[in-house]
């Protein structure tokens, strides 16, 4: 079974929001020429991918809704795409890829979970996927979200956007058991 194997077809059927903050330059890289790429990433997924508007700030927000297996497929997508960018901006074909970074906006109350007891969780899921992941410390300006940096290869960025779904899925999960008794 492939890591692609497990991250499909095995989610719950329940609807899950993920959410990046980028820059207008990586926010045009995603919506294409007429807005081609992002439909094409919106019908090959089957998530919904809403972009703020950017005429207030220079960074924008990516909204990422629908099951995880559809989350994750979007991700893939969106990956690939910085990786083929980056790529296309190298002066040496023979120099090592850079790696692509996101930055999903987390709920604070969530992030607890996602690292772990004492780094345990996120520990783990950096030497499962190999990615490097950064859970900022405080809170983004006037808000009750956590920034946290997923930085890697499309694969490794793709894999831990499934764990994190699954963090957010076990929170959700134990919210809904502990008021059903």
């Given at each position: 079974m492939?890591?692609e194997?497990?991250m499909t077809?095995?989610s ?17 890289s995603?919506i294409?020429k ?6 094409k990433?919106r019908?090959?997924s089957?998530?919904?991918i809403?972009?703020?508007d950017g ?8 909204t ?7 989350i994750?497929k979007?991700?893939?997508?969106i990956?690939?795409?910085f ?9 040496s074909?023979?120099a090592p890829k850079?790696?692509v ?19 345990c969780?996120i520990k783990?899921i ?7 992941i ?6 983004l300006?006037n808000s009750t979200?956590?920034?946290?940096t997923?930085?890697g290869?499309?694969?490794a960025?793709?894999?831990s ?10 929170v959700?999960y134990y ?6 008794y």
């Open positions: 492939t890591s194997d497990k077809g095995e719950p059927a329940v609807t899950l929001t993920i959410r990046l903050v980028m820059l207008g330059k990586e926010v045009g995603i294409g007429k807005g081609d790429t992002v439909k990433f019908e090959e089957g998530a919904r809403n972009i703020s005429t207030t700030y220079p960074e924008r927000i990516v990422i809704t629908g099951s995880t297996d559809s994750i979007a991700f893939k997508m990956t690939n795409k990786e083929e960018d980056l790529s296309s901006t190298m002066q074909p023979t850079p790696p970074t996101l930055k999903l906006v987390v709920p604070a109350s969530q992030c607890g979970s996602l690292i772990g007891k004492q780094g969780k783990e950096r030497e499962t996927t190999g990615a490097s950064q859970v900022a410390t405080d809170m300006p979200e956590r920034a946290v997923i930085s290869t499309p694969d960025i793709t894999q956007v499934y764990h994190i779904c699954c963090v957010m899925l076990e959700w919210s809904v058991l502990t008021h059903l």
